[in-house]
């Protein structure tokens, strides 16, 4: 499963991509609103620290502003995958980038249907929001398993990116479900290494080792 992390602060993609814990990123303006600075500029750094795609959002609402503002975005560098909104218009727009070669995240889904036009329409990633649909007392994990069906049922190439990725255990159900990739915030990430028995663990075992009065270094 590669991992992207959900983010525009540069300070935590440097240090999961450091540990090799970054196989993209997905960015939104909002984001990148929050660290003041240029959306160009922040997303053209990201692109540079990382190897892998690196999902830049339009602005815009109809397909042809969509399509416009995609071409700039994807000349920042060769890993920007273009993200688009689920709706007839970034439909319009997706099918129109991946003809032109690039990559694109069809983002906002929340139906299989949704991703079934998605990837009809040539999308590299389609993005369902399992948080969000959580929030509304739904199962975003079953939209995963639905989708993944679907997908493994006639071939499409467009990889499922679970995203709205609030826990841990969402995290866990989407690799079990099979998702290709996930999204989540750099807390969530690192609270996939914790555990309260390795803690107790390594606890005792801290214990044990000073009684001995011995030192490594």
């Not at 991509?17 to 984001?31: E, F, R, Y």
């Not at 920007?80 to 007839?88: D, G, H, M, R, Y």
Request: proline share 3%; net charge negative; with cysteine.
């Amino acid at each position: 499963m590669k991992f992207f992390v959900d983010t525009a602060e540069v300070d935590q993609i440097a240090e999961l991509n450091d540990l090799g814990m970054v196989d993209g990123v997905t960015t939104n303006p909002s984001l990148i609103m929050k660290s003041g600075r240029d959306i160009l500029e922040v997303t053209k750094e990201i692109a540079a620290m990382v190897d892998g795609p690196v999902s830049a959002e339009v602005v815009a609402t109809e397909a042809d502003d969509m399509i416009a503002e995609g071409r700039k975005l994807a000349q920042i560098a060769e890993n920007i995958a273009v993200k688009v909104p689920l709706t007839w218009a970034g439909l319009k727009a997706c099918k129109t980038l991946s003809d032109e070669g690039n990559m694109v995240n069809v983002t906002l889904c929340f139906s299989a249907n949704q991703a079934l036009l998605a990837a009809k329409a040539g999308a590299t990633f389609i993005s369902p929001f399992i948080g969000r649909l959580d929030d509304i007392n739904l199962d975003g994990m079953e939209l995963i398993a639905d989708i993944r069906q679907i997908y493994d049922n006639y071939g499409y190439d467009t990889q499922i990116l679970a995203a709205s990725i609030r826990t841990v255990n969402h995290a866990y159900q989407s690799a079990m479900i099979g998702a290709d990739v996930m999204t989540a915030p750099p807390k969530v990430i690192k609270q996939m290494a914790e555990h309260v028995l390795t803690d107790k663990g390594l606890e005792a075992f801290m214990a044990d080792w000073a009684k001995t009065g011995q030192k490594i270094l």
